[in-house]
C-alpha cells in the first residue's frame, strides 16, 4: 500500500510540473502583457515595472525563477493588485466555491443512485423510462444553459430565489442544482447498468434463496457493487464541478474563486493565472488520488501486487 500510495504521489509531483510548464509558456506566447490596457504609460515607467516583476529577463531565466519560488510555495503577488499575494485571493475566495463545490457533489452522489437505483428496480417501466429521459437531458444540456434557465424561472419570472449575489443560504440553491445536472445523470445511468447487472448474478440469487428480504439483498449485497461505477467517477465528477463552477459562479454573481480566474485572464495577470490554475490541478489531483485509495476499500476483490492495482 505505501509503495503504491507513494507512486501515485510522485506521480501527482511530476503532473504538476508538466502543467505549470505548460501553463507559463503558453501564458508567455499569448500577444500583450499585463501593461498592455495601461493609457497613456510612458517608456520608461513601463521598462521599470516590467523590470519590477523580471519581464525584461530572458524567457527562460523567468521561468525558472518562477519555479524556484514555487517550490517554496511561494505563488507571487497579482499584478493587477500588488497589494495582495496570490494565496491570500485563494485562501479568500474559494471559501464560496468550495462550498457551492461540496453541495453539488453530495446532492448528485445522492440523487443520482437514487435514481439508478429506482430505475433498476422498475426496468423498462414508468420510472425507469422517466429517469433515462432526464438524464439524457442532464447530459446533453451545459450546466450555464441550465443555470441561466433556471435563474429566469426561479429567479426572475417566478421570483423565489435572489437572481444573483449571496445574502442568504438560499441562494446557494440554484447553482448548486446547476452544477449537479450533469453529475445526477452521468451517475444515474452509472448506477442503472451496473445494478441491473448485479441484481441478476447468482450471489443476489443465492441471498434470495436465503430468504432475506427485499431491502437487505439491495442495500447490503446489491448496492456495494453497484456503487462500484460511482466512486471511480468521483474523481472526473469533482474535476467537472469544480471548473465547471468558473462559469456558473459568474452567472448567479458569486464571489468565488471563479471571478478572480475570469479577470486574471482577461487583464492578463500571469501570476493570478498560474496560482489559479495550479491550485485548480492540485484540487483535482487531489480528488484523483483519493478515489483511487477508496476504489481499493470499497472493492475487496482489489488487490495490490508489486505497487500495482490488481482485481
Known sequence: ????????????????????????????????????????????????????????????????????????????????????????????????????????????????????????????????????????????????????????????KFPIFHVAGLESPMDYVLPTIALSTLPIAFIARLTRSTMLEVLTSDYIRTAKAKGLTPRAILWQHGLRNGILPVVTYLGPMTANIITGSVVVEQIFGLPGLGAYFVESVTNRDYTLIMGITIFYAVILMAARFVTDVLYIFVDPRIKLSGGVVKS
Do not use: C, W
Open 1 to 156: 500500500m505505501v509503495r503504491y500510495l507513494g507512486g501515485k504521489l510522485i506521480n501527482i509531483v511530476f503532473s504538476l510540473l508538466i502543467l505549470a510548464t505548460a501553463t507559463f509558456f503558453l501564458m508567455k506566447a499569448v500577444p500583450g502583457d499585463p501593461f498592455t490596457q495601461e493609457k497613456a504609460i510612458p517608456p520608461e515607467i513601463k521598462a521599470q515595472i516590467m523590470a519590477h516583476y523580471g519581464f525584461d529577463k530572458p524567457l527562460g531565466e523567468q521561468y525558472l525563477n518562477y519555479m524556484k519560488k514555487l517550490f517554496q510555495f511561494d505563488l507571487g503577488i497579482s499584478m493587477k493588485s500588488s497589494d495582495r499575494s496570490v494565496s491570500s485571493i485563494i485562501a479568500q475566495s474559494f471559501g464560496t466555491s468550495a462550498k457551492v463545490g461540496a453541495m453539488a457533489i453530495v446532492v448528485s452522489v445522492i440523487i443520482g443512485i437514487y435514481l439508478g437505483m429506482m430505475a433498476a428496480l422498475r426496468h423498462r417501466k414508468f420510472i425507469d423510462n422517466g429517469a433515462m429521459f432526464l438524464a439524457v437531458i442532464g447530459i446533453s444540456v451545459p450546466n450555464f444553459v441550465i443555470g441561466s434557465m433556471i435563474q429566469y424561472f426561479l429567479a426572475v
